[in-house]
């Protein structure tokens, strides 16, 4: 069974940067499709990036491209998130979750199988 753990949250003012890992145990991470995912108070999860297996292809939320870095280190068995330029309204529970590499690449919160407990960011002055 694979187990997911977030870190690296915190406060952050408007325009600064936080980078978020997930670390895996349990299962190998090169298996598994790793996404970022984010729930923000009284709105429904949504995906922010994703990234295949191989690290190969990558996809971001259209409101996080250009700010958003998303990377994976299989050797440490760990996904990063990299936010820069960090606004208000990225303020949310930020979750890692994956799906087997088994399956097709994709980043929707409904095809995921393992989710981790979230990390919570929040940008505010």
């Known amino acids: 069974q694979l187990q997911l753990v977030e870190s690296g949250g915190g406060l952050v003012q408007p325009g600064g940067s936080l980078r978020l890992s997930c670390a895996a145990s349990g299962r190998t991470l090169p298996y598994y499709h790793i996404g970022w995912f984010r729930q923000a108070p009284g709105k429904e999860r949504e995906g922010v990036s994703c990234i295949s297996s191989s690290g190969s292809s990558t996809n971001y939320e259209h409101s996080v491209k250009g700010r958003f870095t998303i990377s994976r280190d299989n050797a440490k068995n760990t996904v990063y998130l990299q936010m820069n330029s960090l606004k208000p309204e990225d303020t949310a529970v930020y979750y890692c979750?994956?799906?087997?590499?088994?399956?097709?690449?994709?980043?929707?919160?409904?095809?995921?199988?393992?989710w981790g407990k979230g990390t919570l960011v929040t940008v505010s002055s």
């Open positions: 979750a994956a799906v087997s590499a088994l399956t097709y690449y994709q980043c929707e919160v409904g095809g995921m199988n393992f």
